[in-house]
């Protein structure tokens, strides 16, 4: 039997990012995957690098490249004529990136002399995992020990009763990312954030888009002022997304997806060619063998932890989708880190009121911290400044005035910064200032104080700090 100091279950960006940290702390590391790549063979990463966040970046930066030809280049002079795309081409452009990235975590290993178990892993008790080779492996289940086990197993698409995935018609987030064509009619359950992105990237490419969304709300997490701009935005560029709208059925006719829905007006269907089902994600916890070694999930399957990712059972630690909290794979791999140190007997730190959300639609949308409506439901006191990139001389430059804006609420008594919101170009590198200033408990003087480059989009963050202090100079 192999012995380790720790052994990480799952290579996601939680788990591998663990397993690469405990190693540089000189613990000797095994990490556990079983995922197989679109070639039957193994591969790092998780759901992240492979069919999620990476993957999904590529064909929006493809598809914004193509819509930016076709309809914005005229206005900055430049004619562009005979436009066309090239789907297998794109989508073989994402599977290139997605390689050389699990293949980058796969040196990553061997560098830092972490042993990479290929298999699924399963909790034979606090400090034993068995683990099930690959299909067409050839070989019998193995045991190994540890003094420390990391479960980072990640997430898995939700499902829903009346549309059953078959990746054929009607397919999950990950065989959106597959389509050999495009889509000339597209249905989408869920307008979230993997909806509006998979939505945007083929809406660009020509899909007729229509988004069916059951709650009343849109984007009931985002500070209404942003989704309420978002919502407009994404109207204007055409997604049809229909808001209260609980899917009751889908059939097949003709090769077409027959959706049925109602919502407060009554009972709707249409056809589509393809249809995603993106309602969220839930943990990955099955066949982790919690209920035979006492392992406690709560009644949606996550594993419970205390706030420094501890178990019930001891030196057994959980991380990044199968926990509570966002799952976000930044989120994942802070966590990671976090449990490495303090299994090394370091001080771990993780700050979940300082971590940043991004939907990569455009332009982008990204917070941190509080809404102002959680602010107000909570009675505290807050001053809030917004400023317009309407107003940004570089975004005009650029040619992104259509809407946008960054808005910071700060404390009326400290002004220190509770919450920063910003839809516009490039909102998912802009709010790192922000998550910085919060991380150090920064004020909103703090960041109308620093001097920021002219012209940026970042000056943007700069006057929305000043119009705090009712003192933005450029509106």
């Not at 990746?167 to 000339?184: E, M, W, Y």
Request: net charge negative.
């Amino acid at each position: 039997m192999q012995n380790f100091d720790v052994v990480v279950i799952g290579a996601g960006p939680g788990g591998y990012v663990a397993a690469i940290r405990c190693a540089q702390l000189g613990l000797s590391t095994a990490c556990v995957e079983s995922w197989l790549n679109e070639e039957g063979k193994p591969a790092l990463g998780g759901t992240c690098l492979n069919v999620g966040c990476i993957p999904s970046k590529a064909l929006l930066d493809s598809s914004h490249h193509f819509a930016h030809m076709k309809h914005e280049a005229i206005e900055h002079g430049i004619t562009v004529t005979g436009v066309s795309i090239d789907v297998n081409r794109m989508i073989t452009r994402k599977a290139k990136i997605v390689s050389m990235l699990t293949q980058g975590i796969a040196g990553l290993f061997r560098k830092n002399k972490v042993e990479w178990l290929q298999g699924h892993g399963r909790l034979l008790s606090a400090n034993q995992i068995e683990i099930t080779p690959l299909a067409n492996a050839g070989t019998e289940k193995t045991i190994v020990s540890a003094k420390h086990i990391i479960i980072a197993t990640g997430s898995v698409p939700a499902k829903i009763p009346p549309a059953h995935v078959d990746q054929d018609l009607i397919v999950d987030s990950t065989g959106a990312l597959c389509f050999n064509q495009v889509p000339r009619t597209l249905g989408i359950i869920g307008a979230g954030v993997i909806g509006l992105e998979l939505g945007s990237v083929w809406k660009r490419l020509g899909s007729e888009v229509v988004i069916l969304e059951a709650l009343e709300d849109f984007l009931a997490p985002v500070d209404r002022q942003i989704a309420n701009e978002a919502w407009k935005t994404l109207q204007k560029q055409g997604l049809d997304i229909r808001l209260g709208a609980k899917v009751t059925g889908t059939g097949s006719n003709n090769q077409q997806v027959i959706v049925t829905y109602q919502d407060k007006e009554g009972k709707h269907q249409f056809n589509v060619d393809k249809l995603i089902v993106c309602v969220g994600r839930k943990p990955n916890t099955e066949g982790l063998g919690a209920d035979e070694c006492g392992l406690i999930l709560d009644e949606r399957g996550f594993i419970e932890v205390d706030e420094h990712c501890r178990t019930n059972l001891p030196n057994v630690y959980a991380i990044g989708d199968v926990v509570r909290g966002p799952m976000l794979a930044h989120k994942a791999s802070e966590e990671g880190v976090a449990v490495a140190e303090r299994i090394a007997g370091r001080t771990g730190h993780m700050n979940y009121a300082a971590i940043p959300w991004v939907i990569y639609t455009w332009p982008e949308i990204a917070w941190v911290g509080m809404t102002e409506q959680e602010l107000k439901d909570a009675g505290i006191n807050y001053r809030c400044g917004v400023f317009p990139f309407a107003a940004s001389g570089r975004a005009r430059a650029m040619g992104e005035t259509g809407g946008g804006m960054v808005k910071i609420l700060g404390d009326a008594k400290t002004d220190r910064i509770l919450g920063v919101h910003v839809i516009g170009p490039n909102a998912s590198e802009l709010i790192a200032e922000a998550v910085l200033a919060m991380e150090f408990d920064g004020s909103t003087e703090d960041i109308a104080r620093t001097i920021h480059a002219h012209p940026t989009l970042a000056e943007a963050m700069h006057e929305a700090a000043l119009a705090v202090d009712g003192r933005p100079v450029h509106i």
